[in-house]
């Protein structure tokens, strides 16, 4: 049996999920091929820190991973080698990094991450020839190329029982409740928990709004006796004119992430409405605990396919659900252009049918 060293590393945000990655990966390539499995810490910094923070995977010290939130290998959305924190500037560290994998002896690296990480994979391939395949992550679902990234599920469920509990509150003391979720530029989130949630509004980055329209939504609602609404902000959602309040945004650029979207929302309707209205920030929340089952075997299936690929040297790719086979797609392809919501995508429609006001016009 041909024996391979092989790194893998979880970067950007965390998701639920990604130690079902690290687990399936390891009981195949470890338990079944024989192969040496090398788990690098907090992303790329592993071994651009010295010393390196590098641990032998095996199955054994794997086991009771599948279930666990956060990933055993630690990750951070900072510290890009490309254009690594220096003293004063960013330096391109990525040549060092190139030399510190080939130093390991490494036959290539599994990359699971979101679009920042594996465009990182993707350039550390392209000006080094250093052997990649990515394994897609992020509770946003806003990679290219893939039905579903794991982790978003996850993040959705969170977010729906947000919802539910909302309702309840909402309900007895007849408010206007807000809940802002995660997404970065991507509504994705925001979409399927408000549907699964049963929002009477949903706004999203990709539908800029009138605030007229949720403020007609709640007159309405309140005309046929409903004295309470349930509205779903996306964190990146804005008014189509006028701005939204500030708001830090941090991932990873070492800010304070505020919330400002669904405050901005808030300010707007109580600008035309008397309606009493409370906003609930989801945060982190929907990135922290177990990955839902759909989670644990999407992520099963990758950490899998990841293995074949590496067998097959299928180098430069990256894995993918498509039409719920697991296939793979040159990396090359998936990065560098996140998915949105198109505002035409059936579920939206759908939305609109079952009478939650998007915020414009169909
Ligand atoms: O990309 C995942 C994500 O959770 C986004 O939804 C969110 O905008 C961002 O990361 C938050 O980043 P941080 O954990 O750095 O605050």
Redesign the pocket.
């Known amino acids: 049996m041909a024996t391979k060293r092989i790194g893998i590393l979880t970067g950007?945000?965390d998701a639920p999920g990604l130690n079902a990655v690290i687990r399936a990966f390891v009981k195949s390539a470890a338990g079944v091929e024989g192969w040496e499995i090398i788990g690098i810490e907090d992303s790329f910094d592993g071994l651009l820190e010295v010393p390196h923070r590098l641990r032998p995977l095996t199955p054994k010290s794997c086991q009771g991973l599948l279930h666990r939130g956060g990933t055993m290998l630690g990750t951070t959305?900072r510290g890009n080698p490309f254009s690594y924190p220096g003293a004063q500037d960013t330096v391109d560290r990525s040549g060092e990094l190139a030399d510190r994998i080939r130093a390991q002896g490494f036959d290539g690296l599994v990359v699971i991450g979101?679009d920042g990480t594996q465009e990182i994979g993707y350039h550390m391939m392209k000006r080094h020839n250093i052997p990649v395949i990515g394994v897609p992550k992020?509770?946003?679902n806003d990679l290219a190329c893939t039905d579903y990234t794991f982790g978003f599920w996850s993040a959705v469920d969170v977010a729906t029982e947000a919802l539910d509990r909302l309702h309840t509150t909402a309900e007895s003391h007849d408010r206007v409740m807000l809940l802002e979720v995660?997404?970065?530029t991507a509504g994705w989130i925001a979409l399927y928990a408000g549907v699964a949630g049963g929002a009477d509004a949903i706004a999203i980055p990709e539908i800029p709004y009138d605030p007229d329209r949720f403020v007609a939504k709640i007159q309405q609602r309140r005309a046929r006796g409903r004295h309470f609404t349930l509205i779903v902000v996306a964190?990146g959602a804005k008014p189509a004119e006028g701005s939204a309040l500030p708001i830090e945004v941090?991932?990873?650029q070492g800010s304070i992430?505020a919330g400002g979207a669904a405050q901005t929302l808030a300010q707007l309707i109580a600008d035309r409405d008397p309606a009493e209205s409370r906003v609930t920030v989801l945060g982190?929340l929907q990135?922290g605990g177990s990955p839902v089952p759909f989670d644990r075997v999407l992520a099963t299936r990758f950490g899998v396919k990841a293995v074949e690929l590496v067998k097959a040297d299928l180098w430069g790719n990256l894995v993918r659900l498509e039409n719920d086979r697991i296939t793979h797609v040159p990396l090359e392809d998936a990065v560098g252009s996140p998915r949105h919501v198109d505002p035409n995508h059936p579920l939206i429609a759908t939305a609109r049918a079952v009478g939650i006001e998007m915020g414009a016009p169909a």
């Open positions: 950007g945000g959305n979101g992020t509770i946003d995660m997404g970065r964190e941090s991932h990873g992430k982190h990135r």
